[in-house]
């Protein structure tokens, strides 16, 4: 494995993590547009993906996932 894909598995386990401790309390350093679910990352040459499911659940629904969501960075900070 190399350095690249060990930092691209780092990336999503962290993500994975941020979003399950954070959710309860709403917040969600990753994504701030939208309440996300379940992200999956796919690099392609110098891009990162991000595709989320995005949970419009309402008051007293649950997993209420109308579309998918792809966020992408070239460099992982913008």
């Known amino acids: 494995m190399n350095r690249y894909t060990q930092f ?6 962290t993500a994975l993590a941020v979003h399950f401790f ?3 309390g709403g917040f969600n350093p990753i994504f701030r547009d939208a309440f996300t679910a379940d992200p999956a990352t796919m690099v392609v040459g110098d ?4 595709y989320v499911g995005h949970d419009d659940a309402k008051e007293g629904q649950f997993f209420t996932v109308p579309d998918w969501m792809c966020y992408s960075s070239k ?4």
Do not use: H, P, R
Not at 8 to 13: D, G, N, R, V
Not at 47 to 50: A, R
């Open 47 to 50: 891009t990162t993906y991000v």
């Open 8 to 13: 691209i598995s780092f990336f999503t386990l």
């Open 75 to 78: 460099d992982m900070k913008n």
């Open 22 to 24: 954070a959710a309860e």
